[in-house]
């Protein structure tokens, strides 16, 4: 699961430094902790940009030698973040921790100054891709939507609404996880492309994150029942798949909505129902291929109704025609 109990780090006191007034190049105090240059915070911090005025960018790609924990930054401030690799451990002072796992999605709007804290743990591969707003940076972005859906959806477990502090967790969906891994490689050459760049992906992961906070189920993780829902599904793709099955229709046959199924089935086995359909079909028809079958024969004995398609997807997926298989 993206995201678990855990024990609570410790939160340190805000550092005196953030009652000092902002000196011209400390960009990063609007969303960023201070952290001190040693080895430890080197091994892992792979990147940390401005990418406009009141948006940071920081990618996590390495293992500390030591665990090391990440303090807030002392400034109201909304912030995304996607973990590729490793785990966490994230705590609101007078919430309850969360631990954050590969394949998690994290939001979180303070609208005040809040302590908190993320913990690092030692000797472990940690990658993370973690991109943040001043207030008035998301309002120049033209959209709040993402603070709205935050106060509606949030999880009582970590948020703390009484100091204005919201957070949700979701399970990061392919595209997301595809977003992320373009933020943390190789962004343009060129210093004005580059910087296009990165503002039009952070938009774009505002933009993503709204899609997945407006799907009605998308703060819930799949549940033991659901997970269990799902074999059946595939179990009856494997069984019965010369039938039609519909989207629809599968999701009647074990008890989901058709929009749960399709979700889960996209985010486990990264494939629509249709596609999980047209992948099983095909792995029997290559079966009874190789047994001598004919392929007019395997087609409609599969669930093809046209040979033709029968024999482009075959030749789409293994390469060869289905006659030469």
């Not at 005196?16 to 040693?38: D, F, M, N, Q």
């Not at 979700?263 to 099983?280: C, N, P, T």
Request: positive net charge; glycine residues 6%; contains cysteine.
């Amino acid at each position: 699961m993206p995201v678990s109990a855990a024990t609570s780090p410790i939160i340190p006191p805000q550092p005196e430094l953030y009652s000092a007034p902002i000196k011209p190049h400390e960009w990063w105090r609007g969303t960023l902790p201070t952290v001190p240059a040693t080895d430890d915070w080197e091994a892992v911090i792979d990147c940390v940009l401005r990418v406009e005025e009141g948006v940071s960018l920081v990618v996590l790609d390495g293992s500390p030698p030591r665990a090391l924990t990440i303090p807030a930054p002392g400034a109201p401030v909304f912030g995304m973040q996607v973990w590729l690799e490793g785990s966490a451990t994230l705590a609101l002072d007078g919430g309850e921790p969360l631990r954050l796992n590969a394949g998690a999605g994290l939001l979180f709007n303070h609208e005040k100054p809040m302590r908190w804290a993320m913990q690092l743990h030692a000797k472990q591969r940690v990658r993370m891709v973690d991109v943040r707003f001043t207030p008035e940076a998301l309002a120049r972005a033209g959209d709040t939507t993402l603070v709205a859906l935050l106060r509606e959806r949030f999880r009582h477990d970590a948020s703390v609404p009484a100091h204005g502090s919201l957070v949700a967790t979701v399970d990061a969906p392919s595209s997301l996880r595809a977003l992320a891994n373009a933020l943390s490689g190789d962004a343009p050459s060129s210093p004005g492309a580059r910087r296009l760049w990165y503002r039009a992906k952070s938009l774009e992961m505002l933009s993503a994150f709204v899609q997945v906070l407006s799907l009605p189920q998308a703060l819930c993780s799949p549940t033991e029942r659901e997970l269990q829902q799902l074999h059946d599904a595939c179990q009856l793709l494997r069984e019965r798949y010369a039938e039609r099955w519909p989207p629809a229709r599968l999701a009647r046959a074990v008890g989901l909505s058709e929009k749960r199924l399709q979700q889960i089935m996209r985010d486990r086995l990264g494939r629509s129902v249709h596609a999980q359909l047209s992948e099983v079909r095909l792995e029997r028809a290559s079966g009874l291929l190789h047994a001598g079958a004919s392929v007019t024969e395997v087609a409609w004995d599969v669930g093809f109704s046209s040979l033709s398609h029968f024999s482009k997807i075959f030749k789409a997926r293994y390469g060869i025609s289905p006659r030469a298989r």
